[in-house]
């Protein structure tokens, strides 16, 4: 139904954000877009213009900066697949109704809550090789020869960041997980017990086909928000040992940090249309989806 | 509910509105956290002397520091007095565009003879130096940091060796790391996820070796990073890789880290700064140690040479109390606040008159190398070599690469930039 | 409830693991408050020898923490509101009213989600002076709810997509208008997405400290992370303070997010879609 009425209306709710919108965010973009032209240091007025040299640099003479990517696209996937499971898995269980509800449902959201300086710190000392937790149970259980310098060793640091950061980040995944599945209407679950339907057929023929929608936004979040992944790393390894943490807002971090505006710049453009794309591409995904 | 809200966002608008106040007296951006209250002290005793108000601020840790200088700078909003913190490159930077005052006529007074020569001269441009900022002086020391080497000393007695003795040649360096390896302690520790602490403890290798002829050649590009004068550099740290001296988790250790493994007698000696004397006195006020010099090379042609630096206060050119704060900085540097400022916060003082009135042993130690650290030079290396250097330390301590894979990645890396310098 | 046994039982082993895990931190973090710096690292039980309250007392005064928490307060609350306000109306607009290109200006109110510029800073910084609003805490609060708004856009979009039209298409018919039908009807309908937004922006804004560094420069203004700050010095960390400063700073945010999960009731959808 589409009469003139909901028309002006509905350009005036749109109105607000679009005004702060182009105030607060189209303007620092392009200032940000101009920046990465230029060869820039932040400081001196003047500013050398290089056209696109930035960009065939990174595109071409930058193997550092797309190891960086790799990383981050590393603990990505391992944050789409392992922590999302374990936030779906969780919210599932609260879901269907176990005591202290609200017990649990506080406690997991404290990682998402604690501040970024607290987290590096804790599980810097659980992963210590001198005197770490971790090392400690593991000697304890009698797996001596596992036990390293989690973050200092070339082969596991990455995968000892992914763990704080899926840690950190279940959190948010579990509250919308849980949010959505809270829409769902008790009825549906109750008539399909009566059907003879186990918790597990249940699950799978109607929670799951109706949980997609959220889903697509949970998984999209969790590529966006880890790509960009910046306080842990920082506070844990500085992108160490020897780069093996690198990622790209690190990388990008460290050339803001030595006056190199215009690379920077030129590499969080980069960034960005990577993200956008992969962003595109599953929301076409969940379109093609959504007609089935 | 929803009238409550709204009248309530209301009034915090109101409250948001409130006009602007403008600051009357001199106005000091600074990142010291551990002497704020120091500095709050020495305000309030200049206020009750001249009527002239100070204010310290401060913005802690130093990156967020950097960044609030760096956006104030933009916005031509910087304070009084402030430090842009960081080498001279950036320090050019900031001068060019006029945002730091010239000192060099107050210095020609008589000013600089307060200071150690060679920390002034931290701040200070030659009259040819590579950024065409004008030959002065720029900035006032208000302190004097450097490195060396902390020794634990029970540690130390433990594993046989002389606590007062500590070693003073590399050969002996090694022998003692052993000793301890074999007492079942962890010899050596410090912040090396921090690039640049890496860089000092080769930079003690490097003036010994190639000394300050070498490596201005070096950055000119004349002697190549393949040189085997180099590669014996980046040997060393195979070799202590090899004798496995550095304690566990080094590499991705920061320089807190490092301290604190160090305070709870994890590690017998630590390649740290100055300041770790106040550090340590917080976390194990009875710890047991002392300091020594970076180790001799054997066939080394310089002598030993170490780290050190200032905090240095610049002023800013464009504000309107110049004068007053240039006063207050010379006030600060008198004999009488330095005293203050040594006996409060267990850091040496820049005015070398004052040093006779250090008290703690290591501390004397420190003052008493100041003549020791080494230079400024006329001209930087790039920053991208300078990282890739430490990168590739990092990986020979890691026992990742060989000291002539790092020396040709080096080159090769040289090589480019000196070629886009030349364009 | 789960019906077998088995699987209800396996349910609270991992409830309870995943408890653990996620508590371990905060207990390292209080129980680091009530120690004396020397003590943190040397005693390494979760049990301080004594309970040593100065941090607490210390971290409140040099962190002149009674400034900052009313600051933080402040920003925090109006630009959730902000946020909530602006983001469902628009949210609501592209979903259900006919907006002309709404698919254009959804993707791009949303790309600040998908791109991001870490160099914003800088530019931002500028054009707050240019506006004359550097140093004002609406300055602030503005830059924090637009931060805010890509996300909640993108998300109220969906929630307010899946709400059945017939709810709509009678309120139509009875003549309501189209801001009645959003405020009365469409809004409670998606309180968990509400909800699930101030939480969210209610962590973030509490928690961020960057850019109100930057932007603020009258220190009675700065948030709460500012005070904090003050312990994490260049060299010398206060452990002991900081963990308290950090205690006191968690609090706040563990209780809003006590209050909003209230709110995330089943049984609301289940009514409106039978009525």
Known sequence: MTTKKPDLNGLLFVLPAIIMFSIFTVYPFIKTFQMSFYSWDGISPIMKFIGFKNYKDILFNDPLFWKAMLNAAIITFLALTVQNLVALLLAVIIDKGVKFNKFFRTVFFIPPILSGIVVGIVWKWIYDGNYGILNAILSFIGLKEYTTAWLSNTKTALFSIAVVHMWKGFGWGFVILLAGLQTIPKELYESAAIDGADDFKQFIYITAPLMLPVFFIVSILTILGTMQIFDLVYSMTRGGPAGATEVPVTYIYKYLANNELGYATAMAVIFGLILFSLSIIQIIISRKLKKT | MKKFFTIFCFLIFLFSCSPKKVEKGVVIWHWMTDREEVFNKLAEKYYKKTGIKVKFETYAPSDVYREKVRAAAQGKLLPDIYSPLGDLRELASFIKAGYIEDLTPYMEEGWKNLFFDNILRQNYYDKDNQWAVKEGYYGVPIDVVSIQIFYNKNLFEKAGLDPNNPPTTFEEFIEACRKLKTAGIQPFVSGFAEEWLVNVFCQSFEWQVLGEEGIIKTIKGEIKYTDPRWIKIFKLFEKMSNEKIFAEGVITMLNKDAERVFATEKAAMALNGSWGINVYKGMNPNLKYGVFLPPKLKDARYPVKIWGSSSFLNVNALSQYKKEAIDFLKWLTEEEQQILLTKETHNIPSNKNVINYIEDENLKNFASNIDKIFPTLPILEHWKVVSLKCRGLQSIILNQKTAEEVASELQKLKDEILKEQSL | ?275
């Not at chain 3, 039982?9 to 207990?27: E, N, V």
């Not at chain 3, 609501?92 to 160099?119: D, E, M, Q, T």
């Not at chain 3, 010398?236 to 700073?249: K, R, S, V």
């Open chain 3, 1 to 275: 409830m789960i019906e077998s046994k088995k699987l209800r039982i396996s349910a609270y082993i991992i409830l309870l693991i995943a408890a653990i895990i996620c508590l371990f931190p905060l207990l390292w973090m209080v129980s680091s408050s009530l120690k004396p710096l020397d003590e943190i690292f040397t005693n390494m039980s979760l049990l301080p020898k004594r309970f040593y309250f100065k941090n607490y007392i210390d971290a409140w005064v040099k962190g002149k923490f009674e400034v900052y928490f009313l600051n933080s307060v402040i920003y925090t609350i109006c630009s959730v509101f902000g946020i909530l306000l602006i983001s469902s109306l628009c949210g609501y607009a592209l979903a259900r009213l006919n907006v002309p290109f709404k698919n254009l200006i959804f993707l791009i109110l949303i790309i600040p989600l998908i791109v991001p510029l870490p160099g914003t800073f800088v530019p931002l910084y500028v054009l707050l002076k240019k506006l004359g609003l550097l140093d004002t805490r609406i300055g602030l609060i503005l830059c924090y709810i637009n931060g805010g708004l890509a996300f909640g856009i993108f998300l109220l979009k969906s929630f307010f997509e899946e709400i059945p039209k017939e709810l709509e298409e009678a309120a139509i018919i009875d003549g309501a208008t189209s801001f009645q039908i959003y405020f009365k009807i469409m809004l409670p309908l998606v309180r968990p997405a509400l909800a699930t937004l101030a939480i969210f922006n209610t962590v973030s804004i509490w928690n961020e400290f960057l850019l109100a560094l930057i932007i603020l420069q009258n220190p009675l203004k700065m948030p709460i992370q500012r005070g904090i700050m003050m312990f994490h010095g260049t060299h010398i960390t206060e452990y002991g303070q900081l963990m308290a400063g950090l205690t006191i700073a968690t609090l706040p945010v563990i209780i809003i997010y006590l209050l909003m999960q209230q709110h995330i009731i089943k049984g609301i959808t289940a009514g409106a879609l039978k009525g």
